[in-house]
């Protein structure tokens, strides 16, 4: 009985076929990778205080692009806000200058919870800067009576005048950080000044940053660059002063008078981008600047941007967006990139195609 043997050959162009749509889907992909690829799956903002409009404004934080008012205009009876920042809970705090109160909303919508600190609770007056301490409690700058008191984290109730009134000369006090050493400094606006106290206690140390040092007149923000040194915006020169992290003298004038339309600064942050934001109270803009020379890059935030008046604080917060996929098109994609996406995925497709295809006998 003859055995019958079935010889299968394989098409003499089935290699270079494969070749050719893996060589296409390379090419492809090479030219699309600015566009495309592994992509952050975290959502930056900035929100920014509007003093006059009584709101606290939200925008992209890659763009500078509008996105709603997050506090709506006197949501809870907000009057002139100033100092922003979110808690241990991650909810929105807000100073109430004119109200004297700190006001608490919703870190996911913005609607408003409670007045956090009642009014002139502990003899709050003129309620601007606030942070929470590495105690977890919240720290407000009353400007009219020169103090920073001290209010429980979780409750809001009145715990001590941490520095008490006029303490080191404090004459009022604008916004408040705590520094690498873990001390508090504090802008003293009426007396041209940056005041450091020990952040345990409250103890008046030193004037870090002495009267008028570099030019320095009427501070206001305050921020610990990425090199340490501590950035002062100078209200009335239209200015931001460099000076010494450790020792406090003065550096250089890192964004020099009107740069880029300067004009009557508040608010400092740097982004995650390594760069310096600056609130323009004046020109109801948000300013941006090279982090590591100060030269203007651009308004980030435009004018006026989504009612923006009187810009003060400034806060960048990076929230986890709810999405599966691990590859995404950049915002900046023009619609022939998503085109050219879309034969990408027809390439790869027609490949494994090809792949599945029973070669003839």
């Given at each position: 009985?003859?055995?019958v ?8 162009n089935?290699?270079f ?41 939200v925008?992209?934080?890659?763009t500078g ?26 909810n ?26 009642s ?38 109730a009145?715990?001590?005048a ?35 106290y ?7 140390i ?8 570099g ?5 206001v923000?305050?921020v ?44 400092l ?5 390594g ?17 590591m ?19 003060f ?26 085109i ?22």
């Amino acid at each position: 009985m003859e055995k019958v043997f079935t010889i299968r050959k394989e098409p003499k162009n089935k290699g270079f076929v494969l070749r050719l749509f893996t060589l296409k889907s390379l090419v492809i992909a090479l030219l699309l990778f600015p566009v495309i690829g592994i992509v952050n799956t975290n959502a930056l903002e900035l929100f920014v205080s509007s003093s006059d409009s009584d709101e606290v404004l939200v925008y992209k934080g890659t763009t500078g692009a509008f996105i709603d008012a997050f506090v709506p205009a006197m949501s809870g009876g907000l009057d002139r806000p100033q100092g922003i920042n979110f808690g241990p809970d991650g909810n929105l705090y807000v100073s109430s200058f004119e109200s004297d109160e700190v006001l608490r909303y919703n870190g996911t919508t913005g609607a408003f919870i409670d007045a956090f600190v009642s009014s002139g609770s502990g003899g709050l007056d003129g309620s601007a800067g606030l942070i929470f301490g590495p105690d977890g409690n919240l720290y407000v700058s009353s400007f009219s009576t020169n103090q920073v008191l001290r209010y429980d984290g979780t409750t809001g109730a009145f715990i001590d005048a941490f520095v008490t009134a006029m303490s080191g000369g404090l004459n009022g006090p604008s916004d408040l950080i705590i520094g690498p050493d873990g001390n508090l400094y504090v802008s003293s606006f009426e007396s041209y000044e940056v005041l450091r106290y020990d952040g345990t206690t409250g103890t008046f140390i030193d004037a870090f940053v002495s009267s008028g040092s570099g030019g320095l007149a009427t501070p206001v923000g305050l921020v610990f660059g990425p090199d340490s040194n501590l950035y002062v915006s100078s209200n009335v020169p239209n200015e931001v002063l460099r000076f010494n992290g450790l020792t406090g003298t003065f550096i250089d004038t890192f964004v020099p008078e009107l740069s880029g339309g300067l004009n009557s600064p508040t608010g400092l942050a740097f982004g995650p981008d390594g760069n310096l934001y600056v609130g323009s109270s004046f020109t109801r803009q948000v300013l941006r600047y090279d982090g590591m020379t100060g030269a203007f890059i651009d308004a980030f935030i435009t004018s006026g941007s989504g009612g923006l008046d009187d810009p003060f604080f400034l806060v960048f917060r990076e929230l986890p967006e709810s999405s599966s996929c691990a590859f995404a098109v950049r915002e900046e994609a023009s619609p022939d990139l998503i085109i050219a996406l879309s034969i990408l995925v027809i390439v790869v497709i027609s490949t494994r195609i090809i792949r599945k295809q029973k070669p003839q006998l």
